[in-house]
């Protein structure tokens, strides 16, 4: 978008941007496309995804097209449909999508391709704006959302004309903004996270199951016993086969990871699963298994104060039966692009984030709650015309674009 330039003595804003994962980093490109100042700050020292995929459906592929997403860099796959299976070995199901016009839902992605490419959009030389400077090992301990102010782990303020927390499910940001810690709620589920090298995958046979018929995800949800699934798809070109592995756990482990987990805990907990199934073990593993706990957050009386807004997990972390809780994040930080055009004043911020939230909050709040739901409705994701259409048919960049029209434009 354009500045309008009535103003010649406009500054660019100066912004705050806690947390570097995919939400934060969306954020950082938009913005500083823009023009603004970007600063990110990461707790971690080395900032690297987990080594697990994710899907990146079309509602956020068109936010990625628009900041310019460079697709071959996410080597990914396109999600053409979707196949069910019992775990008792019944025959499969296939659903394709049924959004017209969709021949695929977007693409099928490793988590570091990702990650890579948004860090490098954010961060390069090149590229409109002047580039985000990405501060790793920089852990925010505080902030006053007022005046957008942060305080690093090491004593250091920083002031700027805008603070994002895009610090994740367990956002200190978001405990200023509200005045008071919010809990994230126990799903009952954790997973196991499993990534496997496919170069030999087409040997086997007996794990036709896995590649026969559409490219896309395969569910393998348990016929008795506690609620179980295996939620597999394919990513990096197809050189890789990514596994989430639920199950009912009732342990109170904090969300995210809760570490390293071994073939034989996998096997235990999908001991009655059909044999077919644990041919995915004659695979080489590509990386460590790990166990994640997951997690969701109680909807917030707000996402906003003063100069300070919440974006991605740390305003509504899901479940991800929707593969939609980095979509939503990046969706939140497309929008903050729309909002904040070259030419915002500082003294426009706090009315431009009130218009973020009204934009972004019934729809982030939506899926958090459907992906809750979507254990008692069977994952009906695949059969619901409705659900898909919802998620996927929607604009993210026009609908923002549009909503600053309306609100703001000839305001500048
Ligand atoms: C098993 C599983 C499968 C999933 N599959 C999908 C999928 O297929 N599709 C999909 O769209 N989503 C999926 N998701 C959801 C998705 O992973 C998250 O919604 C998304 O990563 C959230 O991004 P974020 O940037 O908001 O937060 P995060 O990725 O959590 O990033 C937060 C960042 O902030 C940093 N940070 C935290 N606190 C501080 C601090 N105090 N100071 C500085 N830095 C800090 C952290 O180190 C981290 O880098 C899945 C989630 C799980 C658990
Ligand atoms: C959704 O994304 C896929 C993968 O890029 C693409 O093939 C498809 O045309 C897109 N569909 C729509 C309706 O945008």
């Known amino acids: ?83 069910m299976m019992g775990s008792d070995g019944s025959e499969p199901v296939t659903y394709k999508w049924q959004v017209p016009g969709m021949e695929a839902n977007g693409l099928l992605v490793h988590r570091s391709d990702l990650y890579e490419e948004l860090k490098r959009l954010a961060t390069e030389i090149e590229g409109q704006g002047p580039p985000a400077k990405l501060r790793l090992g920089t852990k925010v301990v505080a902030c006053d959302p007022e005046t957008a102010t942060l305080t690093l782990e090491n004593g250091e303020v920083i002031q700027a004309d805008v603070l994002i927390g895009a610090d994740g499910i367990h956002s200190v940001v978001r405990d200023h903004v509200l005045q008071q810690v919010v809990h ?75 570490g390293h987990a071994t073939v034989d805990e996998f096997k235990t907990v999908f001991h009655d699963f059909h044999p077919k199934f644990f041919y995915l073990l004659d695979l080489p593993l590509h990386s460590p298994i790990h166990k994640w706990k997951l997690r969701v957050l109680p909807l917030l009386p707000t996402w906003i104060r003063g100069r300070t807004a919440l974006l991605g997990d740390a305003a509504h972390a899901t479940l991800p039966h929707l593969g939609q809780g980095a979509g939503m994040a990046v969706e939140d930080g497309g929008a903050l692009g729309c909002l904040f055009p070259a030419g915002t004043r500082a003294e426009d911020v706090p009315d431009r984030l009130k218009a973020y939230e009204e934009l972004r909050k019934e729809r982030g709040e939506f899926i958090r709650a459907e992906s809750v739901d979507q254990m008692e409705k069977g994952f009906d994701l695949y059969k619901n015309k409705e659900l898909q259409m919802k998620l996927l048919a929607y604009e993210p960049i026009e609908a923002a674009q549009q909503f600053y029209q309306e609100r703001f434009a000839g305001v500048n």
Request: proline residues 3%; glycine residues 10%.
């Open 1 to 83: 978008m354009s500045a309008s330039n009535n103003n010649s003595s406009t500054q660019p804003l100066t912004i705050s941007i806690v947390g570097a994962g995919i939400g934060g980093l969306t954020a950082a490109v938009a913005l500083r496309h823009n023009g603004h100042s970007v600063q990110i700050f990461e707790a971690v020292e080395i900032k690297t995804e987990i080594g697990a995929a994710v899907t990146v459906q079309n509602n956020s592929l068109k936010v990625h097209d628009h900041i310019g997403v460079v697709r071959k860099n996410l080597r990914g796959l396109p999600w053409e449909g979707a196949v």
């Open 184 to 258: 994230s709620q126990d799903s009952g589920l954790s997973c196991f996270r499993l990534i496997f090298e496919t170069t030999k995958m087409r040997d086997i046979p007996e794990l036709g199951w896995l590649y026969d018929g559409v490219v896309g995800t395969r569910s393998v949800v348990s016929t008795e016993g506690p609620l179980r699934m295996l939620y597999i798809y394919p990513c990096r070109d197809g050189t890789l086969m990514n596994v989430v592995a639920f199950y009912s756990d009732t342990s109170d482990a904090k969300a995210g990871w809760s």
